[in-house]
C-alpha cells in the first residue's frame, strides 16, 4: 500500500509541478511576446510581403 501511496503523490506532485510551470511559463511568456512581438511581427510581415512582393 505504501508504494502505491507513493506513486500517488509523485503522480500528483508531477501534475501540480507541471501546471504550475506551464503557468508560470506562459504567463512569463505573455509579457516577453508583447515586448518582443512587435519586432518579430515587423520583421515576419515585412519578411512575408517583401517575399510575394518582391516576386510580383
Known sequence: ???AVIVAVTVI???VAGLGFFVATNSGS???N???GPDHQENGYSGASHGPG???
Open 34 to 36: 508583447r515586448a518582443a
Open 1 to 3: 500500500m505504501m508504494t
Open 30 to 32: 505573455r509579457p516577453r
Open 54 to 56: 518582391s516576386g510580383n
Open 13 to 15: 506532485v508531477l501534475l
